[in-house]
């Protein structure tokens, strides 16, 4: 009887030993087989693969960025407490790639934001950066053809990783730059609404371009939006051009208006049309021409003058 408990429990201790070891031959595989989400480098499909986050919290993550510690998410609204556990028992949320443990709570000090902060604004921004065109009304679809344009002016490139834009007017909205938003030397970075999700007005908006930490680099606004034109800008002065040149030059070509024609402009737009007929005759018809009208302009003169004249002397 005892030869057979013994022999029951080496058994047991067997199975026991095997399982432990098979347990941690392949944990580590199971681990290293997740992607991890790093929260302040995720881009918007990495983001929704944390439990309850969908593209338009995972858009709120990216644009209040930067965060120190997975629980600031707390701050973006629309996430709670009970979502913040279920994202941290999930263990692939992280900052900087350091997982979150759901039985360690993650507590965000001042001073790690602080450090955080401190870094950015540390980093040195470049000058020569601006707002450089703006389509608020463009033919076709508002939603997929309004653009706006971000001209890099410097003679070398700049990385605007992180960059916002955002509109003044209405349902205001912010746009942050992805990550490696490189912008070549004398280039230019076109970021179109189906993009942004930044809804312009036609009856008047404002653009802002805005550094990672705030700080407004540049501003522009408008009126009264014309179909088709955009908002460009030459030579430091804002107008509107006929010619929407996305990722290219500005190019200003104004449009017509119809105006009602007062008697002067009307004789103005005669003689400017009559001399164009002239220049359109061959060169002898048009020195005949000429000397015709010439003449006539003079027996007109010396007849007005003789009745001016005659006139005077009855009275």
């Known amino acids: 009887m005892s030869i057979l408990i013994i022999k029951r429990n080496k058994t047991s201790l067997l199975i026991v030993t095997l399982f432990y070891f ?138 605007l990783s992180s960059w916002k834009i955002k509109d003044k007017v209405g349902s205001v909205k912010s746009y942050t730059l992805p990550q490696n938003t490189n912008v070549e030397a004398n280039g230019f970075v076109v970021v179109k609404s189906s993009q942004t999700k930044i809804s312009l007005n036609n009856g008047g908006d404002g653009v802002e371009l805005l550094s990672p930490t705030g700080q407004i680099i540049d501003s522009s606004d408008y009126v009264n939006a014309k179909q088709g034109q955009s908002w460009s800008k030459t030579n430091n002065m804002w107008s509107w051009t006929a010619k929407p040149t996305p990722g290219q030059a500005n190019v200003i070509i104004a449009t017509q208006t119809n105006a009602t024609s007062s008697p002067s402009t009307a004789t103005s737009s005669t003689t400017n049309n009559l001399t164009a007929n002239i220049q359109n005759y061959p060169p002898q018809r048009k020195n005949l021409l000429a000397v015709g009208i010439a003449i006539v302009i003079a027996l007109a003169s010396a007849f007005i003058a003789w009745r001016i004249k005659k006139t005077a002397t009855e009275f």
């Open 22 to 159: 098979f347990t941690l031959l392949f944990l580590p595989v199971l681990i290293w087989g997740t992607e991890v989400v790093d929260i302040n480098a995720a881009s918007l499909a990495q983001l929704d693969n944390l439990t309850g986050i969908g593209p338009k919290l995972g858009q709120k993550i990216i644009d209040n960025r930067p965060y120190a510690s997975v629980d600031d998410l707390l701050k973006i609204q629309g996430i709670g407490s009970k979502n913040l556990e279920k994202i941290k028992q999930q263990g692939i949320a992280c900052v900087n790639c350091e997982i979150a443990d759901p039985r360690t709570p993650q507590i965000s000090t001042t001073s790690q934001v602080q450090t955080i902060e401190q870094a950015v604004k540390t980093s040195p921004l470049p000058n020569n950066v601006f707002l450089n065109e703006i389509l608020p009304s463009p033919e076709g679809s508002d939603t997929e053809n309004e653009f706006i344009e971000i001209f890099n002016a410097n003679n070398f490139a700049v990385d």
